[in-house]
């Protein structure tokens, strides 16, 4: 007993010892050239990425058919001073590029026009709707991370029966699209047992949570059962992995291999691949603040697109995509800069 | 005796599974690959067995339950719930079958004409498939509504351009690592032109992952138009398909009738799985292969 003990402590000890060593010496070694220039070079491809984004959102308006001006009016009665007013903001005195860039720069001041069907500018339009997107978004969210990671993480270290079933439920769950999930969460707990709102966002508070309570599991649980599995796989592997398997036959104690091997190995791909399917959640909100009608840009986004509101609707692409493109490029630099085994070279893609 | 008793029965051992279309996949991607082929012979016959008219309308009968007439019950306008579904099978996989198949062949091309001719022209394939991949599909087909109208015809274009880098993705990085191989500097070397090489040889080296991606994309491609059909922005009333199956039985499940979109929904999930497993065997398969 006293043997193992002192085995454990001094192998603590050399490991512990260890580490600081380590990151100092890594520290001394990692020079903050290449670190800038990645994230220079991620940073201007993220620029570039949206600039072409932009291009495509703002260009679509050409691609319908007809004139633009009559693509934006859509043969409704308009009065002289509104076509007047939707040639001023889109510039169509104006060749194509001066058009786009006069827009854009509109965009970057935060003014995407004037709503056709509202009159108001989109941007006080947006401001109204979008905590109630980041609410859902946010809530999704937390259950992916909280719920995916945790489940991945003991089903792969407790292989059993119930890992099994845990982990074929997932596969199942993943076939299932956001729209049936919440087609069925709603049949079950807002009609049948009556426990759970339906519609709308409810009062701010302990009401706004019941109502995110059935869109926030429709639309979060492909991607729950996507990172469960996924950090199932990479919990087995690191289990299989030569290290842990050294660690496991000289007797350190499981919660320490867990912990200190299985966990740190595993965590940064299997947090980057999580981040990912967060970032990845902004398209299915859409359909998913439709049949709850919670109010957001989603709703607003195919509302508009019924009323042929298109300015509205270029705003709210453009925003979605932003913030997707934001997103991956921050997990990648992340990423990239936190993991040291990493190389900053160049990347390939 | 005991090594003839071995050799007569190792035989028919090894030959079994060569009876198998589909080898290396398991006993999971069988039972997958054969729900597919079910799925598939549905919609492919099944709607020549339909004897109702899917779309004749009976008010009087909304909501009927399942008997011998309605055999899964009939919908809020009083239609046959059973042969809606056989018939909308048709317009819910045809729609997917389409996205896949340009997006293959744009993917393809993309991957194969980067990795061939490199540098600039690597680089602006690349780029441009950056961007695209920055458009959740979803958001490219509602994009594509706005502009031309609900239907299934825009919804089903944009789809297959928003899935083109999945693909293009998967072919790029697999055909790099073909173009390396010294095979391909020996066709080079025998004065072979760049477009037979990478279509007669890397193409072939490729196909395996092709397939296999392709057929996780169909998955997806199946869930996306469901979803634009349920908003209304895919496949239009009267005609019969899943996703607006679902869609059309929202008003039911508000009212406690939720066969429809039930059944509908299960028509779906059961698909979606089926390809996915047979999808993720066939990825499995191909890189143990490779």
């Known amino acids: 007993m006293t043997d193992t003990s002192s085995t454990r402590a001094i192998a603590t000890r050399r490991t512990t010892g260890a580490a600081p060593n380590d990151t100092a010496r890594a520290a001394r070694r990692a020079p903050w050239g290449p670190a800038l220039a990645f994230l220079a070079r991620r940073i201007g491809g993220l620029l570039g990425t949206m600039l072409l984004a932009s291009f495509v959102v703002f260009g679509a308006l050409y691609l319908a058919p007809g004139s633009p001006l009559s693509f934006l009016t859509q043969g409704r009665s308009v009065t002289p001073e509104a076509i007047a007013q939707l040639e001023a903001q889109y510039h169509l005195d104006q060749p194509f590029i001066v058009q786009y860039f006069i827009w854009l720069g509109g965009v970057l001041r935060g003014d995407f026009g004037a709503s056709i069907i509202f009159g108001d500018p989109v941007t006080s339009l947006l401001a109204q709707r979008v905590g109630n997107t980041a609410l859902l978004l946010a809530a999704a969210a937390v259950l992916v ?3 995916g990671l945790a489940v991945g993480f003991f089903a792969g270290l407790k292989p059993g029966v119930l890992s099994e079933s845990v982990m074929a439920l997932a596969t199942a769950a993943m076939a299932v699209p956001g729209f049936v999930a919440a087609v069925v969460l709603m049949l079950v707990f807002a009609v049948q047992l009556g426990w759970m709102p339906s519609y709308g966002m409810g009062e701010p508070g302990i009401g706004t949570l019941q109502h995110l309570a059935l869109p926030s599991i429709a639309l979060a649980i492909t991607s729950i059962a996507f990172v469960a599995r996924l950090t199932q796989n990479a919990v087995r592997a690191e289990m299989k992995s030569e290290h842990v398997q050294t660690a496991v036959s000289r007797g350190l104690p499981s919660r320490f291999i867990v912990r200190r091997h299985i966990i740190r190995n595993a965590a940064m791909p299997v947090l980057t691949a999580a981040g990912l399917t967060v970032a990845g959640l902004i398209a299915g909100s859409v359909i998913i603040e439709q049949i709850f009608q ?22 709210i692409c453009l925003i979605y995509v932003a913030t997707f493109i934001v997103l991956n490029t921050l997990i990648d630099i992340a990423y990239t800069l936190l993991d040291p085994r990493v190389s900053l070279g160049k990347k390939t893609s | 005796m005991t090594s003839t008793t071995a050799i007569a029965t190792a035989r028919p051992a090894a030959r079994t599974p060569r009876l198998r279309i589909l080898p290396g996949i398991g006993i999971t991607g069988q039972i997958a690959f054969w729900t597919v082929i079910a799925v598939a012979l549905l919609a492919a016959i099944g709607p020549m067995f339909v004897q109702v008219d899917p779309n004749a309308v009976d008010l009087e009968y909304a909501y009927y339950p399942p008997s011998p007439w309605y055999p899964l019950g009939a919908d809020a306008s009083g239609r046959d719930i059973l042969s809606r579904l056989i018939v909308g099978s048709r317009t819910a996989l045809l729609g997917p079958l389409a996205v896949v198949t340009m997006a293959t062949f744009l993917g393809t091309l993309l991957g194969l004409v980067a990795v061939w001719f490199g540098g600039w022209v690597d680089a602006t394939i690349v780029r441009v498939i950056d961007a ?8 490219v087909a509602i994009l594509a509504t706005a502009l031309f109208g609900p239907g299934l015809l825009a919804a089903t274009i944009a789809l297959a351009i928003a899935y083109t880098p999945y693909i293009a ?7 790099l690592r073909e173009r390396n191989l010294p095979y391909i500097s020996a066709l080079q070397v025998q004065g072979r032109h760049g477009f037979a090489i990478s279509a007669r040889h890397i193409l072939p080296n490729v196909s395996g992952l092709i397939v ?6 169909f998955g997806l491609a199946l869930i996306d138009l469901a979803a634009l059909s349920f908003i209304g922005f895919g496949v239009q009333p009267p005609t019969a398909d899943w996703g607006a199956m679902v869609g059309g039985g929202m008003s039911g499940i508000l009212q406690g009738e939720p066969g429809e979109a039930l059944a509908a929904s299960l028509l779906i999930v059961i698909t979606v799985a089926a390809v996915n497993t047979l999808g993720d065997r066939l990825v499995q398969r191909s890189e143990n292969r490779a």
């Open chain 2, 169 to 175: 993705r998967i072919v790029r990085s697999a055909a």
């Open chain 1, 145 to 147: 991370l909280v719920i």
């Open chain 2, 212 to 217: 296999a991606n392709a057929t996780l994309c």
């Open chain 1, 294 to 315: 919670l109010g957001g840009l989603g709703q607003f986004l195919i509302d508009s697109v019924q009323k042929k509101d298109f300015p509205v609707v270029q705003a």
């Open chain 2, 132 to 139: 695209i991949f920055a458009f959740p599909g979803i958001l």
